[in-house]
T-cell receptor, first 112, second 113 residues
């Protein structure tokens, strides 16, 4: 079945450093890739998304890249701040089943 | 502009009981998806409703059922509750036109004793 792998499971960086989270999807027909940020006890919040006809998208300190050939997509956060600390989930949508499949999450800790 | 709202926020049940969770989609959205999020895991897709019909379903048993009303709100019903059903149940709404972003509600925390 469809699968999304996400690495690393935990990531600790110093304030001001960059953070990169990587995901791999199995269904080559997937065509939409959102990223969600979930703070403890709160809802997942959409922070950025990318569609399969685009290779890169940027929004201020956040960027996402997509490599359709390798079925990889990554989240890049620059100039990290303590308020970036949260669990980040990647997801892949589309393909044969039209379901949104989530990765297992990355706990990002930004040390002040 | 109201976002996705879910009720109740917390619920405690015992094994074997039945539960109904409710969701109102974001204004302008007509598609509702339900997810189960166990502690420390990513959301798992349960099913999606559009035009009052179940359009997609994940790998969940028939004990999980749902409904969508003409005003696009939705209910998730779980029968014969098991301890393993303890989780955060999230509702997300979206537009069905193409691959539109899904916006989540705050969820219902269900605890089974």
């Amino acid at each position: 079945g469809e699968n999304v792998e996400q690495h690393p499971s935990t990531l600790s960086v110093q304030e001001g450093d960059s953070a990169v989270i990587k995901c791999t999807y199995s269904d080559s027909a997937s065509n939409y890739f959102p990223w969600y940020k979930q703070e403890l006890g709160k809802r997942p919040q959409l922070i950025i998304d990318i569609r399969s006809n685009v290779g890169e998208k940027k929004d201020q300190r956040i960027a996402v890249t997509l490599n359709k050939t390798a079925k990889h997509f990554s989240l890049h956060i620059t100039e990290t701040q303590p308020e970036d600390s949260a669990v980040y989930f990647c997801a892949a949508f589309g393909g044969a089943t039209n379901k949104l499949i989530f990765g297992t999450g990355t706990l990002l800790a930004v040390q002040p | 502009d109201a976002g996705v709202t879910q009720s109740p926020t917390h619920l405690i049940k015992t094994r074997g009981q039945q539960v109904t969770l409710r969701c109102s989609p974001k204004s302008g959205h007509d598609t509702v998806s339900w997810y189960q999020q166990a502690l420390g895991q990513g959301p798992q897709f349960i099913f999606q409703y559009y035009e009052e019909e179940e359009r997609q379903r994940g790998n969940f048993p028939d004990r999980f059922s749902g409904h969508q009303f003409p005003n696009y709100s939705s209910e998730l019903n779980v029968n014969a509750l098991l301890l393993g059903d303890s989780a955060l149940y999230l509702c997300a709404s979206s537009s069905p036109r193409g691959n539109q972003p899904q916006h989540f509600g705050d969820g219902t925390r269900l605890s089974i004793l």
